[in-house]
């Protein structure tokens, strides 16, 4: 496997993003200054279970631009994990699991973290956090979430260095 130089830029970028959306969750105000520029961001899901993340994780999949886009997808299942403090994907024997915490207070269990995992699933590329992965991640976001939040995404990625 390569080295995953590009891991720790992909994880700033993206945890500069969830704060934006903590942000307006905390003002009760969806629109951002994003860069001079107001942006209305919509909202984000947020998870209690790993069956209530099962459940979206379906449904992500069986949307028609994400089945069209990446039509060879297979299933994921949701499992609960020990740690707290993250979220991650796997794939092994053929079965491609996402991993969350336990526990309804934690930072993993929100759309955003769910889709950059799923996005490991369509995008099982080496390095895992590449280009490849970063433009999936966005096309992906883009595709569920709208066109505003790719757009983030890409920006501030960009401004992290990520290629």
Known sequence: MTRDAQRAKVYAAEGFVRTMFDRAAERGDPVADFFGTHLTLPPEARFASAESVQTYVDD??????????WPAAGAVRVRARRGASAAHYES??????????????????RELVVLHELAHHLCPSDPPHGPEFVAAHCELAGAVMGPEVAHVLRVVYAKEGVR
């Open 60 to 69: 992500v999949l069986a949307h028609p631009a994400v089945r069209e886009r």
């Open 92 to 109: 092994a024997g053929g079965e491609a699991t996402i991993a969350v915490p336990h526990g309804r207070d934690t930072w993993a269990l």
